[in-house]
């Protein structure tokens, strides 16, 4: 099992409806990732979290809003999205700065979330 | 011109074949070199990683990594259906931020 717990595992909104992704990890990694994977896409980054607070936001839509609220979890708050945004939704953790060698992200299994 | 070249196949091998997936990548700054793979409809895990060039084996997996030819591989052995999944490469520089390939999907028949 991975080491990265992402709730719900599938989710279907329609276009007003305000939902939130939920992303957990216990491994004391002081970096957090969302990602977006569309299919037969890599993953693109979305936000990354370090020590709590938001490093980088890759010119994200607002409609997107993440949220750390302490060390092991993370947040990614959903409003008024697009049929577009349907993709599976990835949380990933790292040592983060600081830590030496290779930027090794553990991926959690993903959110895949549907746009009506 | 993309920052890391994959291709995507699909690629489909007989069971126990030697299955080779490479990537190429534009920017020499780029020090760690990974694997990832991920299965349908899962979130990718981590394979293997190098640091610079040379090979590093785990098991039926190996990775190479040419520095001055900017090409990186993995080689499978005795290849089996449970290694059906996309293998996506990876990599990064001093800033740590990954730069993923595109992802080449395998297919290992029985």
């Known amino acids: 099992d991975t080491e990265v717990t992402q709730t719900p595992k599938h989710l279907v909104m329609g276009m007003t409806n305000k939902k939130s992704l939920k992303c957990e990890q216990h491994?004391?990694?002081?970096?957090m990732y969302w990602y977006k994977q569309k299919a037969k896409k890599p993953p693109e980054l979305m936000f990354v979290?370090?020590?709590?607070?938001?490093?980088i936001n890759e010119s994200v839509p607002s409609r997107f809003s993440p949220e750390c609220p302490n060390s092991s979890l993370l947040n990614l708050h959903l409003h008024a999205l697009q049929p577009e945004d349907s993709a599976l939704y990835l949380c990933?953790?790292?040592?983060?700065?600081?830590?030496?060698?290779?930027?090794?992200?553990?991926f959690g299994a993903g959110s895949r979330l549907t746009v009506l | 011109q993309k920052e890391v070249e994959q291709d995507p196949g699909p690629l489909s091998v007989p069971e126990g074949a030697i299955v080779s997936l490479n990537c190429t990548y534009s920017?020499?700054?780029?020090?760690?070199f990974m694997w990832y793979r991920q299965y349908s409809r899962k979130g990718p895990e981590l394979l293997m990683y190098?640091?610079?060039?040379g090979n590093k084996e785990d098991g039926r997996f190996t990775a190479q990594v040419d520095k001055s030819s900017k090409y990186i591989s993995l080689f499978i052995r005795d290849s089996q259906p449970s290694d059906s999944a996309t293998y996506l490469c990876?990599?990064?520089?001093?800033?740590?931020?990954?730069?993923f390939g595109s992802g080449t999907q395998l297919t290992v028949l029985p």
């Open positions: 990876a990599m990064s520089g001093s800033a740590r931020q990954l730069t």
């Open positions: 990933a953790s790292s040592q983060g700065q600081g830590a030496t060698g290779a930027n090794v992200l553990t």
């Open positions: 920017n020499s700054a780029f020090q760690y």
């Open positions: 979290y370090s020590y709590e607070k938001l490093s």
């Open positions: 491994m004391g990694h002081r970096a």
């Open positions: 190098t640091y610079s060039s």
